[in-house]
Every structure is written in structure tokens, then in C-alpha cells.
């Protein structure tokens, strides 16, 4: 349906998917629904949504040890932070996101590269290339557990 066009629809369908996964206890899809549907939640500028969305893929995902998951909902905290106008946040998480996928050997996925081409070129200019690219550095440095706790909103995970 969204192929088609038809956002309602496939939002219908996600919704009642995601209820189904939940009922049967499909954790996976349950993460994977939910990151699909806080991509919706960006492109309409449902800020909220998405993080409430995506803080819990990210959780399912490092639970089930599923850590090309979790560099999908790393790049989606990614997409927050620069829907936020947060550049420096978002360029640490994609450079987060980055050394998860090198270490996981897990591209970026193939519907996601434009929004992803499109942001980090945003960012980057609003902050300059310099100040962009140590802020992607000090995100590639951080440890998987500090990634995570900086995603899910604490600061002072974040490197000096």
C-alpha cells in the first residue's frame, strides 16, 4: 500500500500488524514494525512518535542481541536528532551507527539511503564540514553501551 501511495492504508496495516506481533510475542517484528513506522512518524513531523518508536526498537533490538537492528534505530535516532536541528547529535549518531554496521558488516538498507544521503548533508552543512566531522568521530569512538544510553537521551554518555 505504500508503494501504491497510500499512506493511510499501510499505516492501517502496520498498526494491525504490529498489534498481531505483539499478541504473538514476535519481539523481532514487533522492532521491525515499530522502526518502520518511526520513519512514517519523521516524514510527517511526528517528533514524539518517532521517539517513542524508536526508544523502544532500540531496546527489543539490544535484547535480542540483533545488532544490525540496532544501527538502523541508531540512524533513526540519527534522523531525530537532525529533524530537531540537532547536527552535532546526529552526526555522533551516525558515526555510531557507523562503526556498528563496520563491526556487523550491515549496509545501511537500500530504502533508507536517500533520507540518510539527504540529512547527513543537511547536517553537515549546518555545522560546517570540520565541526561535522569530529562530531562523527567521537560518535564512531564511543562503545556500543554508551551509543545506546547517549540514543536514548542520556547526555552524559556523550564523549567531551
Do not use: C
Not at 513531523?45 to 537492528?69: C, K, M, P, V, Y
Not at 549518531?93 to 562503526?99: Q, S
Not at 533520507?115 to 547536517?123: E, I, T
Amino acid at each position: 500500500m505504500r508503494a501504491r501511495g497510500d499512506r493511510v492504508a499501510a499505516l492501517t496495516l502496520f498498526e494491525e500488524s504490529l498489534a498481531l506481533a505483539r499478541d504473538i510475542g514476535n519481539r523481532h517484528l514487533v522492532a521491525t514494525i515499530l522502526d518502520t513506522l518511526n520513519r512514517d512518524d519523521l516524514l510527517q513531523g511526528n517528533l514524539g512518535a518517532a521517539e517513542a518508536h524508536l526508544s523502544e526498537t532500540i531496546t527489543i533490538f539490544d535484547g535480542l542481541g540483533d545488532r544490525g537492528g540496532v544501527a538502523n534505530a541508531l540512524e533513526g535516532f540519527a534522523l531525530l536528532a537532525s529533524a530537531k536541528d540537532a547536527s552535532r547529535r546526529a552526526a555522533r549518531m551516525w558515526g555510531a551507527a557507523e562503526r556498528l554496521r563496520d563491526e556487523v558488516g550491515a549496509p545501511i538498507r537500500l530504502h533508507d539511503q536517500a533520507d540518510h544521503n539527504r540529512s547527513v548533508s543537511s547536517a553537515r552543512a549546518a555545522l560546517g564540514d570540520d565541526a561535522f566531522n569530529e562530531a562523527w568521530r567521537e560518535g564512531r569512538e564511543m562503545r556500543f553501551e554508551d551509543a545506546m544510553k547517549y540514543a536514548l537521551g542520556d547526555d552524559a554518555a556523550r564523549p567531551d
